[in-house]
């Protein structure tokens, strides 16, 4: 079975910190993404990576960044926090279907 | 732009129901359509959908693309209480993105 690991299962971050979401996957895929999800506006992308170092961003890649060293791990960083990046954040990885980790619900106070 | 539309938002049904959840999709470059079922944390995948006209089957659950008018469905038979739960349908591109839409929750009353 592919697993898709991420570190935390929920975060509270003050305002202003670098927050670090790690995601870990375990079946070689290439592809990797992370997206947010709130209510009422479903899943929306964030940024992709198709290969260790390759990275495009997604719908709303204002405010964060990722990095992408190994092809296991893909890292969402939200360089400096604020209340409206509060939200259940999602890593995925693909070969065809996309398997999804549980899930960071991610707080910023 | 690319995008993905659910129907309905919300769905409240009994035990026994037959339903049928809707997507409709505009993509660059499709390449397929993939459906989850999201009941806590993390969707689970339940189809992914490639040519137009063929069903696919999982127990009483069941989906069917058509790339002419860009839409799929699922049906659930026999609806059960543990079939409440977001259901989201996401679009992949060739470029390997996935264009999700907002999700119908199913809320299944016995």
């Known amino acids: 079975d592919v697993k898709v690991t991420q570190s935390s299962r929920y975060l509270v971050k003050r305002t202003g910190e670098k927050v670090f979401l790690e995601c870990v996957q375990d079946?070689?895929?290439?592809?990797m993404f992370w997206y947010r999800q709130d209510p009422g506006l479903g899943l929306r992308l964030i940024y992709f990576?198709?290969?260790?170092?390759?990275?495009e961003k997604g719908d709303i890649p204002e405010g964060y960044s990722v990095s992408r060293e190994k092809k296991e791990r893909f890292s969402l960083i939200l360089e400096s926090a604020s209340t409206n990046q509060t939200s259940m954040y999602l890593c995925?990885?693909?070969?065809?279907?996309?398997?999804f980790g549980q899930g960071t619900r991610l707080t910023v106070v | 732009e690319d995008k993905v539309v659910q129907s309905p938002l919300s769905l409240v049904v009994h035990e026994g129901d037959t339903v049928t959840l809707n997507c409709s999709y505009e993509?660059?470059?499709?390449?397929?359509l993939l459906w989850y079922k999201q009941e806590k944390k993390a969707p689970t995948f339940l189809f992914m959908l490639?040519?137009?006209?063929i069903e696919k089957k999982s127990g009483r659950l069941s989906s069917i693309l058509d790339k002419k008018e860009l839409f799929s469905i699922l049906n659930i038979t026999a609806t059960q209480t543990g079939d409440s739960a977001v259901y989201l349908c996401?679009?992949?591109?060739?470029?390997?993105?996935?264009?999700f839409g907002t999700g119908t929750r199913l809320t299944v009353i016995p």
């Open positions: 995925a990885s693909s070969l065809g279907e996309a398997f």
């Open positions: 079946m070689d895929h290439e592809n």
């Open positions: 990576s198709y290969d260790v170092k390759m990275k």
């Open positions: 993509v660059t470059n499709f390449r397929s």
């Open positions: 490639t040519s137009s006209g």
């Open positions: 996401a679009a992949k591109t060739g470029a390997n993105n996935l264009f």
